[in-house]
């Protein structure tokens, strides 16, 4: 078992940037051999779940939802158990909550069906 935690979420004017933060206890990256690739997620008031990016294990490979891409970064620190969005030029339409997502596979995947624990998440709340 897995559990996610996210923060660094808040209040921001558009243009602006923030750093989410997802940390991973349980089973983490670093124990028992188990490798995951992670995803950022977010849901806004009345609509579905979308993918942001997604990171495989290793880091080599990243992907970004078309809305955020050339704006927000994935990264991660298997040795942190952390996996980090960094969000830059932040627009009102980025208002959402943020959910960082573990999948037991060492590719990423945008699918969120394919991840097997969720974090709570986070508000990202982007004011024009």
């Known amino acids: 078992q897995v559990q996610l935690v996210e923060s660094g979420g808040g209040l921001v004017q558009a243009g602006g940037s923030l750093r989410l933060s997802c940390a991973a206890s349980g089973r983490t990256f670093s124990s028992y051999g188990i490798t995951y690739s992670m995803g950022w997620f977010r849901q806004a008031p009345g609509k579905e779940r979308e993918f942001v990016a997604a990171?495989?294990?290793?880091?080599?490979?990243?992907y970004y939802a078309d809305s955020v891409k050339g704006r927000f970064t994935i990264s991660r620190d298997n040795a942190k158990n952390t996996v980090y969005l960094q969000m830059n030029s932040l627009k009102p339409e980025d208002t959402a909550v943020y959910y960082c997502a573990a999948r037991r596979r060492p590719q990423a995947d945008p699918a969120p069906f394919s991840y097997d624990y969720w974090g709570q998440g986070t508000q990202v709340t982007v004011s024009s």
């Open positions: 990171i495989s294990w290793t880091g080599g490979n990243t």
